[in-house]
């Protein structure tokens, strides 16, 4: 059974130029308002909930979640938008699904933009360690309700450059609290890096100009970064300063003069 078509709102006018943004994981398509905003005299700005996310739960809590079925969701949604080409952007989660996207279906997408992601964990037990800790995650979700879980996530030495900005970080914290638990729930578990298929070997595949994004203060992902655009033909590698995990959230002015000269170029 495939998923339904993904809800979706939209900012700018159709006419433009079309870019589509896939936030994180708890996240909602409203993640990128504020970057849609300052874009949208330029570019026509689609903002979609991902699976399991925000009012994308229109479908059987027990349908299986893969990375190949969302990628498919994600084709459909541009096919019913009319788009022969889109920009994408891809925010974590979001990241992983458009690497996973402009991989099986590099027709569809004109330019890429990776913000935060990773593209998979090569070592087998380290997917099967990362697995079976994104299961004990669920099942703590399910017992204990979000709000627990909520501040422990935000805990995680990835987001460290938000305890700096304790209203930027509560309100995060209150928009994710805000999830459904059993939907949290299957998706870490079921799109867990530990059940994401490894794409370092086919990262060179990518044939289309796609920016690797990370914060300077999330060295984690400035390394990985760093990997990625040693393996892709047509990379563009740019570290944020002042900004952590989060960079579209963290620095939404200077994210969206980079992606305007970015995609602009192209």
């Not at 339904?4 to 079309?18: E, L, V």
């Not at 896939?22 to 699976?51: Q, R, V």
């Not at 209203?167 to 459904?180: A, F, G, M, P, T």
Request: proline content about 7%.
């Amino acid at each position: 059974m495939a998923l339904p078509i993904w809800p979706y709102q939209t900012i700018g006018d159709s006419y433009r130029p079309a870019i589509i943004f896939l936030h994180g994981f708890m996240g909602a398509g409203t993640d990128w308002l504020s970057t849609a905003k300052n874009l949208a005299d330029y570019f026509y700005c689609i903002l979609p909930d991902l699976p399991g996310h925000g009012w994308n739960t229109g479908f059987p809590l027990n349908h299986p979640l893969d990375f190949e079925t969302v990628a498919d969701g994600l084709r459909q949604l541009i096919d019913r938008l009319g788009l022969t080409q889109t920009h994408l952007v891809g925010y974590s989660l979001g990241g992983r699904i458009a690497l996973y996207t402009a991989i099986c279906y590099p027709q569809l997408i004109s330019t890429l933009v990776i913000e935060s992601a990773n593209p998979g964990l090569e070592d087998e037990s380290a997917r099967r360690s990362r697995a079976g800790l994104d299961d004990q995650r669920a099942e703590q979700i399910v017992a204990q309700g979000l709000d627990a879980f909520v501040e422990q996530w935000y805990q995680l030495d990835l987001f460290r450059s938000l305890q700096t900005r304790p209203e930027l970080l509560d309100s995060i914290k209150v928009r994710r609290k805000k999830n459904d638990p059993h939907w949290t729930a299957k998706i870490i578990r079921e799109l867990s890096p530990g059940r994401q298929p490894p794409l370092w070997d086919r990262l060179d595949s990518l044939p289309m100009p796609t920016l690797l994004l990370a914060g300077a203060l999330d060295p984690a992902y400035t390394a990985i970064v760093t990997q990625m655009g040693q393996k892709i033909r047509q990379a563009t590698i740019e570290i944020v300063p002042d900004a952590g995990h989060n960079i579209h959230l963290e620095q939404p002015e200077t994210l969206s003069q980079v992606l305007r000269e970015f995609l602009q170029k192209k």
